[in-house]
Nanobody, 122 residues
Framework: QVQLAESGGGLVQPGGSLRLSCAAS????????MAWYRQASGKQRELVAA???????NYADSVKGRFTISRDIARNTVYLQMNSLKPEDTAVYFC????????????????WGQGTLVTVSS
């Protein structure tokens, strides 16, 4: 069984910074893509940033230049450094892992974390 656990959310003032972390645990050989999504109240879940095992990254236009996604493949951990936060960044942030392989060659298409709340407010 593979599980994702996020940490690092909280309350921050506009213009501030937060760093989210997500660790994947379980019997894992590799994870192709890890990503962060977010869902604001009353809105659909949206992709924030993604990173592949080859370190290719993809960002939502709304966060380009402010957020940075990175990954520690050995620790099966993904990070999201969020700078210059705005009130519109307020949301529950979810960690996502895609195409997970186990040492016994089982494959899980996708796993989600429980989410961590980020609130940007003065």
């Amino acid at each position: 069984q593979v599980q994702l656990a996020e940490s690092g959310g909280g309350l921050v003032q506009p213009g501030g910074s937060l760093r989210l972390s997500c660790a994947a645990s379980g019997s894992i050989f590799s994870i192709r893509t890890m990503a962060w999504y977010r869902q604001a109240s009353g809105k659909q879940r949206e992709l924030v940033a993604a990173i592949t095992s080859g370190s290719n990254t993809n960002y939502a236009d709304s966060v380009k230049g402010r957020f940075t996604i990175s990954r520690d493949i050995a620790r099966n951990t993904v990070y999201l450094q969020m700078n210059s936060l705005k009130p519109e960044d307020t949301a529950v942030y979810f960690c996502n892992a895609q195409d997970i392989a186990t040492p016994l060659h089982h494959r899980y298409p996708e796993r989600w974390g429980q989410g961590t709340l980020v609130t940007v407010s003065s």
